[in-house]
């Protein structure tokens, strides 16, 4: 983390929001090091549920560089980073998209704990790839793209349907049902223990 006094003097007095610390960063890259500190942890513990801890450090770090030398194209109307960045490693990990299937393919033959019971009403609030049942990860190789990576930034980056959306950059609507159609799948794949899916 960054000693906050060593950000340039003319930083105010109240913690700046998202929108103000990238205009300022515009002109002053050492500002951008406030993104990368509120946010690098949230978003490599994502990429890490989507792809393993192994790609998480890449997709991690290549989220930040690409939102540096994006940031004169964030819209400063939106005083809050987060959607914005984790579209940004939504993208970057579609690039990874045969090793998250991977992943799955082999936690679903794990022979690990299947908790399904007590986890299945947590699915959509709480997935990371160390808690992924076999018949969950089973479900997640299953989804399309579109509908995991909905689901996936609702239940892993605890995003809104309307943050879902910008992120995506699809209206609100098809966020809607695409994490209605992803949990309707779950359900069905995690059987009578899936209830509270």
Known sequence: MHDPSSYPATR???EPDDASVIANSRHEPEWFSMIFDRYFTAIHRYAAARLGPGAADDVAAET?????????RYDLTRPEARAWLYGIATNLIGRHRRGE????????????????????DRVTDRVTAEQL??????????????????????????????????ALGIPIGTVSSRVHRARAKLRKTLGHAAKGV
């Not at 930040?64 to 004169?72: C, K, T």
């Open 133 to 166: 049942s076999p018949r969950l990860a089973r479900g997640l190789e299953r989804l399309s793209r579109g509908d995991r990576d909905a689901l996936m930034l609702v239940a892993c980056a605890d995003l809104s349907y309307a943050e879902v959306a910008f």
């Open 12 to 14: 105010l007095a109240a």
């Open 64 to 72: 930040f560089l690409a939102a540096f030398d994006q940031r004169d």
């Open 101 to 120: 299937l991977r992943l799955y393919r082999a936690l679903s033959r794990s022979a690990a704990r299947d908790d399904v019971e007590g986890h299945a």
